[in-house]
């Protein structure tokens, strides 16, 4: 009794309890198809994103580009969001909502898309500059991408979900940088938030252990001042840093493979 007591309250603390779907071979033929597609709408938008254009025009031409494939975006409708991307210039977040904002040149943005395609969902994001970055911006951008990739490499078959988190954050910290932790990576693929949850702050050998066949989000936001959020009381999505101060994100679907990962949103082999 003691000891099932114990196990439990340490399942719950490494948040070892949680229910991870291993995905068949055709869920995943399914999601990674999916995945394709949002990445090559996140590709297809980079030539519009320019000075003079709004984040609402932006959010057309995606969801035009991913019905036009055969799919639907996963956020219309979800939870009562109306678009069909998150776009989040500058200091906010995540979960922009796209609106009248003109982007000019110096801004960097954040385009999020989630894909449904034959019932499957592939989840991804990425940063683009508006014209041309001050060297402080692009130095968040690119240290983010670096934290995308470090907490990439931690994933194989035996790792602790933990290990993505301490790669993130240690290499986040040690360039000067917070890491968000009011909003995380998830289990996706067959529903748009699964579980686990995917801490991008955590410590090594804590969590699930990772086997082949999951799939789920890492997508760190990284802040170059503090890390809390605040959420705009207008639109009830928008997240900024509290210290509007800059934030920036990379998100890519990754797979545990039987030696690794696959990232399947990595369609460009960009990471
Ligand atoms: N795509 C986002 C994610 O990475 C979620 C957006 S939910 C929305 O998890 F409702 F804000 F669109
Ligand atoms: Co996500
Ligand atoms: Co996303």
């Not at 980079?46 to 019905?67: H, M, N, Q, S």
Request: proline residues 4%; glycine residues 10%.
């Amino acid at each position: 009794m003691h000891r099932m007591l114990f196990s439990y309250l340490k399942r719950l603390i490494n948040k070892e309890s949680v229910a991870i779907k291993i995905k068949t071979p055709e869920q995943i033929e399914g999601i990674r198809d999916s995945s394709k597609l949002a990445a090559k709408t996140l590709k297809y938008v980079e030539d519009f994103v320019k000075p003079g254009v709004t984040t609402l025009e932006l959010d057309a031409l995606i969801e035009k580009f991913v019905r036009d494939n055969g799919a639907t975006p996963a956020t219309k409708g979800y939870r009562g969001y109306k678009h069909a991307s998150c776009i989040s210039p500058n200091e906010v977040v995540c979960h922009g909502v796209p609106n009248q904002y003109v982007l000019k040149d110096g801004d960097i943005l954040n385009i999020d898309v989630t894909t449904i395609l034959n019932g499957y969902f592939g989840d991804t994001c990425k940063m683009y500059y508006v014209g041309t970055p001050s060297d402080y911006a692009k130095k968040l951008v690119e240290t983010t991408k670096e934290c995308l990739c470090l907490g990439m490499e931690e994933c194989k078959p035996g790792a602790h979900l933990g290990d993505i988190g301490a790669a993130i954050s240690d290499h986040a910290h040690a360039n000067g940088y917070s890491v968000v932790y009011e909003f995380c990576g998830h289990g996706v693929g067959l529903k748009f938030h699964e579980e686990p949850d995917v801490q991008h702050i955590a410590k090594r050998g804590t969590g699930p252990v990772l086997k082949q066949g999951m799939i789920f989000t890492i997508e760190p936001m990284i802040n170059a001042g503090k890390a809390r959020c605040k959420i705009d009381r207008r639109d009830g999505w928008t997240a900024r840093t509290i210290d509007d101060k800059l934030s920036a994100q990379f998100e890519h679907t990754i797979l545990i493979t039987e030696e690794g990962f696959e990232a399947l949103t990595d369609v460009y082999g960009d990471f």
